[in-house]
């Protein structure tokens, strides 16, 4: 079955600095990816839909200058959290659609990043 | 996406069915029902979807009522690795999560 991989799985960095984590489809190419934001004991958030040789789109509230968010291949996609501060420590999580199932938006989840701003 | 509603939490003893209830009334005609579950600190997986008709595949069925207003999840056997939370989303494009059911398989 489809596959998306993440990296790092962890990472922690002092505040004021920036991460990027990446997204990659192992075995389909995505023209869309799907970033996803999860704080504790809550649910998954939409962040922001990834396109492809083109700009992101960007969910309400979530600031495009904070998460950069390139998508320059048909099997990657970056999300860096600019200047990051502690309170963006959470986890983050990308996913895309293999097109498995025909008009279905099935989405395959990576296993997540989860980021700590001290 | 359609609102959904969901149990806040069940039990299900080992080896027994169990049946997560969603409620999506809101539902318009276009909008499938996809189902996920998230393991603590992973990222959620895919369980079944469907649009209309019942469904069935090696991990779950899900049986989706005629007038399409709600849905069950079976998991036929559970068993200790089961124990996740369970999203019920009924949507055209975007997935948008809700608070999902905290299912707990016992001993």
């Known amino acids: 079955g489809a596959v998306v991989s993440q990296h790092p799985s962890r990472v922690i960095c002092k505040s004021g600095t920036s991460v990027k984590i990446e997204c990659r489809s192992l075995?389909?190419?995505?023209?869309?990816m799907f970033w996803y934001r999860q704080f504790p004991k809550q649910s998954l958030m939409l962040m922001a839909t990834?396109?492809?040789?083109?700009?992101?789109?960007?969910e309400q509230g979530v600031e495009k200058d904070k998460f950069l968010i390139n998508h320059a291949s048909l099997t990657l996609s970056t999300l860096t959290v600019t200047s990051a501060h502690p309170e963006d420590s959470s986890f983050y999580i990308c996913?895309?659609?293999?097109?498995?199932?025909?008009?279905?938006?099935?989405?395959?989840f990576g296993a997540g990043s989860r980021l700590t701003v001290l | 996406d359609a609102k959904t509603t969901q149990p806040t939490s069940m039990d299900c003893a080992e080896g027994r069915a169990a049946n997560l209830p969603c409620n999506h009334s809101?539902?318009?005609?276009?909008?499938?029902v996809y189902w996920y579950r998230q393991i603590h600190s992973q990222g959620p997986q895919y369980i079944i979807h469907?649009?209309?008709n019942n469904e069935t595949n090696e991990m779950a069925s899900l049986i989706i009522t005629e007038d399409r207003k709600s849905s069950t999840l079976i998991l036929p056997h559970a068993t200790l690795r089961d124990t996740a939370v369970y999203y019920c989303?009924?949507?055209?494009?975007?997935?948008?999560f809700g608070q999902g059911t905290i299912l707990t398989v016992h001993p």
């Open positions: 996913s895309a659609n293999s097109n498995e199932y025909g008009g279905a938006n099935v989405l395959t």
């Open positions: 989303i009924a949507s055209y494009g975007k997935l948008t």
């Open positions: 075995d389909f190419q995505a023209t869309t």
């Open positions: 990834s396109n492809e040789g083109s700009k992101a789109t960007y």
């Open positions: 469907g649009l209309k």
């Open positions: 809101t539902i318009s005609g276009n909008e499938y």
